[in-house]
C-alpha cells in the first residue's frame, strides 16, 4: 500500500483520531468554507425530468465519475444452486452467476440472493460487499470468494490477496439477514471485487478493460468511467436479473451500499430509476458529503488516494471544489421522487456527518417540486433521532460501519413508503 493510502485508511478506521486536527485535515465547523452550492435551477416537475435531471446526470458523467459505456452486451443469468431450507428453513438461498458471453475475459459475478419463504414475491435489497458472500452469509455452505481481495482487519481471513475460511461471517453482522427476512425482505449480494479488483490497476482484470477497445492499454481520459461507475453497472445487472425472478418483485427494489460503495448505490440510484428507493450508509466524499465543505475527507485527498474510483476530470477539483460544476446536494436530487436515505455514523467525521445532513436539505427542493416532503429540519437532528420524509436522515451513535440499527431505519422507511 502507497504511504498515503495506509494512513488514509488508518485515519478512516480510527474516528476518534480523526477528529485530532492534523496537516491538511479540518475538523473545525468554523473553517469549512462558504462557497456557494451550484444552482439546481428549478422551475417544474416536468422541467426537472425532462431537462434538469439529463442536464445534471451528465455532468455527474463527464465530472465526477464518468460514463458508462453503451453497447457493453446482454448479460447471461444461470442459476448454479438453489437452497430452499436456507438460514433454519427462514429463506430460499440461490446463487445467480452473471456474465457477458460476448466478453469473455470478464470473469463475471456471483449473486447470492436470500428470499423470504413465502407466498407473495419480495421486495428486495441489493447491494455489493467488501469481502465476498461468505463473509455476508453466516451459512458453512456458501463458497469462499477466490477473486482478488484487499488486505482485512481480521487477522488470516485473506492471505495473499486471497480469502480463507477465516472470513467466513466477517461481515454478517453488517447484513443481519434474518432480520431483513423476517421483515419480508429479500436480499442479493455480490463481492464488489467481481466486477472490478479495488486497487489502482484493478481495472485492468475487470470489466472495464474487458469491455474497452483497448483493453488493458487503455488511458483513460475525461469523463470516461472509474470503478464506482463499473460497480454501479454491476448493481444494475443484478437488478436486470432479479427483474426475471419471480420470487421477486421487481417493482420494489432498493439500493444500498456503504462507504465506497455507499458512493457506488448513489451512483447506481442515479442512473438506474428501477431503484426505487436509494440507501447511502457513511458514503462521505465523493459521495452524499457536500464537497465544498472543507471538513474530514476532502476531494483533495479523495483523488490522490483513490483516483481509479472517478472519472479523470474529477481531479481538476482537487483543492478547487468550488469549480465543480455540481456537489452532493444534486447527487442526492437525482433519485427524486424516489424515496432515498442517507445515514451518518457520530464518531464518523471523516465522512463530514454534516455534509452529509445539507446534502440531503439542499436536494429537498427537488422533492417539493413533485409534492414530495424532503428533511424540514435546518440543522442535523439529534444522534439517533432519524428525520425526513422522501430523503431521510440519521446520525447513529458509533462508528463507521453499517448496523441494526441502520437496517432498522432501512426496513421502515422501504415499509412506510412502499406499504409492506
Ligand atoms: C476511505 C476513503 C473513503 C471511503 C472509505 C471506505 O476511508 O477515504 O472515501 O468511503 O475508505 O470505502 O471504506
Not at 437525482?334 to 442517507?342: E, T
Amino acid at each position: 500500500m502507497k504511504p498515503t493510502l495506509l494512513l488514509l485508511s488508518f485515519l478512516a478506521v480510527s474516528p476518534a483520531l480523526a477528529q485530532t486536527p492534523r496537516p491538511g485535515v479540518n475538523y473545525d465547523e468554523t473553517k469549512v468554507g462558504s462557497d456557494p452550492l451550484p444552482d439546481l435551477k428549478l422551475t417544474t416537475a416536468e422541467d426537472w425530468t425532462a431537462k434538469r435531471r439529463p442536464e445534471i446526470l451528465k455532468l455527474f458523467e463527464d465530472h465526477v465519475y464518468g460514463k458508462t459505456p453503451a453497447g457493453i452486451g446482454t448479460p447471461k443469468f444461470e442459476v448454479t444452486a438453489v437452497k430452499k431450507d436456507a438460514l433454519n428453513g427462514l429463506a430460499t438461498r440461490k446463487f445467480i452467476h452473471i456474465s457477458l458471453p460476448n466478453r469473455s475475459s470478464w470473469p463475471g459475478m456471483d449473486v447470492m440472493l436470500y428470499l423470504p419463504n413465502a407466498e407473495k414475491a419480495a421486495p428486495c435489497f441489493v447491494g455489493l460487499s467488501f469481502v465476498g458472500n461468505q463473509a455476508v452469509s453466516p451459512e458453512p455452505d456458501v463458497p469462499i470468494s477466490t477473486r482478488w481481495m484487499r488486505p482485512s482487519k481480521v487477522k488470516g481471513a485473506v492471505i495473499d490477496g486471497r480469502a480463507t475460511e477465516a472470513s467466513r461471517g466477517n461481515s454478517s453482522s453488517r447484513w443481519p439477514l434474518e432480520m431483513i427476512l423476517k421483515r419480508g425482505f429479500a436480499v442479493a449480494t455480490c463481492y464488489y471485487g467481481d466486477i472490478e479488483p479495488d486497487h489502482d490497476d484493478g481495472w485492468k482484470d475487470g470489466l472495464r478493460a474487458a469491455v474497452s477497445p483497448d483493453g488493458a492499454s487503455t488511458v483513460w481520459k475525461d469523463g470516461e468511467w472509474g470503478a464506482i461507475g463499473a460497480w454501479a453497472w454491476g448493481l444494475s445487472r443484478m437488478a436486470d436479473y432479479l427483474q426475471t425472478d419471480p420470487q421477486i418483485d421487481g417493482q420494489h427494489l432498493a439500493v444500498i451500499g456503504h462507504s465506497r460503495l455507499g458512493k457506488t448505490s448513489l451512483w447506481a440510484g442515479a442512473q438506474d430509476e428501477r431503484f426505487g428507493f436509494v440507501i447511502s450508509n457513511n458514503s462521505g466524499e465523493g459521495g452524499a458529503a457536500l464537497m465544498r465543505r472543507d471538513y474530514g475527507e476532502t476531494t483533495a485527498i479523495i483523488t490522490k488516494a483513490f483516483p481509479h474510483w472517478f472519472t479523470h476530470t474529477y481531479t481538476r477539483y482537487s483543492g478547487n471544489a468550488a469549480a465543480c460544476p455540481v456537489d452532493a446536494h444534486m447527487l442526492i436530487a437525482l433519485a427524486a421522487p424516489r424515496p432515498i436515505y442517507i445515514a451518518s455514523a457520530a464518531e464518523d467525521y471523516w465522512a463530514d456527518q454534516k455534509g452529509e445532513f445539507l446534502s440531503g436539505k439542499h436536494a429537498s427542493p427537488v422533492y417539493a417540486l413533485f409534492g414530495k416532503k424532503g428533511i424540514a429540519a435546518d440543522e442535523p437532528p439529534a444522534i439517533d433521532r432519524p428525520v425526513g420524509d422522501f430523503i431521510g436522515y440519521h446520525n447513529r451513535t458509533g462508528e463507521h460501519n453499517v448496523t441494526d440499527f441502520d437496517w432498522t431505519q432501512y426496513l421502515n422507511f422501504a415499509s412506510r413508503h412502499w406499504g409492506r
